[in-house]
C-alpha cells in the first residue's frame, strides 16, 4: 500500500524547506510544527544524519470538517510533510490524506480527505521544475 507522494528537487535543502512552506501557503496550509529530526538526533544520540525534517501542515478549514465528522482524527492531523537530503537532490514527501479513511474506516471522512490529498498533490506539483 502506498502512503504518500514525494517529489525530488534539484535545488538545496534550505531553499526546498523555503518553496516547500511556500507551496504549502498557496494551498491554504499552515505549518503547525516543525520538527528537526537531524538536530535532534544529533542531540540527543550524537548520531549524525542528512538534513531531515517533518513539517505539520494544516488546512483549518478540512481539519474542522474532518473534526467535526470524528474527534479521534486529530490522532491523525496534522499532515505530515517530510523534507529530507538525499544524494539525488532534496525528496519532499507527503502523506496520503486518504489514509485516514483506510485506518478509521469511516467513508464520510472520503470528501475531505479527497479535497486535502488534491491539494497537496497541486502544492507538490509546484515545487516540481
Known sequence: MSYGTSVTLDIPFTDAVDRVRAALAEQGFGVLTEIDITATLRARLGEQMEDYIILGACNPP?????L??????????PCNIVVRATPAGTVVEALDPKVMVTMTGRPELKPVADQVARRLADALAALAP
Open 62 to 66: 478540512a481539519a474542522h470538517q474532518a
Open 68 to 77: 467535526g465528522i470524528d474527534r479521534s482524527i486529530g490522532l491523525l492531523l
